[in-house]
């Protein structure tokens, strides 16, 4: 994941657009912290529904 995509799951998360360096200061780092957990719980839900699809397409 690049710069770019992560900026744009903070601004799908949050609501806000980071796009400058100066913005990103301005955020607590444990709320950084919680949207990156979010972030890693939806891959782990992703890959979940993928593998259950692969299975129930056999």
Same mark, same amino acid.
Do not use: T
């Given at each position: 994941?690049?710069?770019? @995509?992560?900026?744009?799951? /903070?601004? !799908?998360?949050? =609501?806000?657009?980071? =796009? =400058?360096?100066? @913005?990103?200061?301005? !955020?607590?780092? @444990?709320? !950084?912290? @919680?949207?990156?957990? /979010? ?10 529904? !993928? *593998? *259950? ?6």
């Amino acid at each position: 994941m690049n710069h770019k @995509d992560w900026l744009k799951i /903070v601004y !799908i998360l949050n =609501g806000k657009n980071f =796009g =400058g360096s100066k @913005d990103w200061e301005s !955020i607590p780092l @444990d709320e !950084i912290e @919680d949207m990156l957990e /979010v972030v890693e719980w939806a891959n782990k839900q992703e890959k979940k529904a !993928i *593998e *259950e699809a692969r299975r129930n397409s056999r």
